[in-house]
């Protein structure tokens, strides 16, 4: 079974700082991953995936996030914090033969300060 | 383009009442997930369904809910009879099954408050 950890459930910041937001993953299979942002009162969206290819994968809002097997993690950065960065982050794992089968982690949220 | 539609985004009813929550997928999408989230228990999965089939509905938490979903364009979720511990938001998702490195497409939800 496949499962999703996020370190720190909450992450504060201040504007124009690095924002990271780390994740780690378990699967018994090459997985894919995402990250999903929520903002009050909506659902979530995706910011960016990682299927195959090139490990460094770049999504929206300047958000980047790096697959490494090695260290099964798959933390998402970004160079500099905007106040409208500040909502739920969630990590989540897929496998990769069975979509139906996805696992979020229990989310990050960020707070940016002025 | 049409994203899931979620109705209504917002529910108050009194404990016992039945509620009924509705999901549209998005067009073309043949599988379809429920999940619910709170502050203590974060985001769960209810129920899932391949082409309208429910497959998993292991994370129904008891018999008062029940999901449908009688075509490719709607499902509903239904709990009754409802209780105050059943507050939470509910969202509906949807992806296309058997495409893997698609991602999940989650409706704003609906905020369900009972008294």
């Known amino acids: 079974a496949q499962s999703v950890t996020q370190l720190g459930s909450h992450v504060s910041v201040s504007e124009g700082a690095l924002v990271l937001l780390r994740c780690n993953y378990s699967?018994?299979?090459?997985?894919?991953l995402f990250w999903y942002v929520q903002y009050p009162n909506q659902g979530l969206q995706l910011l960016l995936k990682?299927?195959?290819?090139?490990?460094l994968v770049k999504g929206i809002n300047g958000f980047e996030a790096e697959f490494k097997k090695s260290e099964t993690s798959f933390h998402l950065t970004k160079p500099s914090a905007h106040m409208s960065d500040a909502a739920e982050y969630f990590c989540?794992?897929?496998?990769?033969?069975?979509?139906?089968?996805?696992?979020f982690g229990a989310g990050t949220r960020l707070t940016v300060k002025p | 383009d049409a994203g899931v539609i979620q109705s209504p985004r917002h529910e108050v009813t009194e404990m016992g009442q039945e509620v009924t929550l509705r999901c549209k997928p998005i067009?073309?999408?043949?599988?379809l997930f429920w999940y619910r989230q709170t502050m203590m228990r974060g985001l769960e999965l209810l129920i899932y369904?391949?082409?309208?089939?429910?497959?998993?509905d292991s994370g129904m938490p008891e018999d008062r809910f029940s999901a449908k979903m009688p075509n490719a364009s709607f499902s509903t979720l239904k709990i009754q009879p409802s209780e105050p511990r059943d507050s939470a938001v509910y969202f509906c998702?949807?992806?296309?099954?058997?495409?893997?490195?698609?991602?999940?497409?989650f409706g704003d939800g609906t905020r369900l408050s009972i008294l």
């Open positions: 998702a949807s992806t296309s099954q058997g495409y893997s490195n698609q991602p999940q497409h």
């Open positions: 699967s018994s299979v090459p997985p894919y």
């Open positions: 990682y299927t195959t290819g090139a490990t």
């Open positions: 989540a794992v897929s496998d990769p033969y069975n979509n139906n089968d996805m696992r």
């Open positions: 067009s073309g999408h043949n599988s």
């Open positions: 369904f391949n082409n309208n089939v429910p497959i998993d």
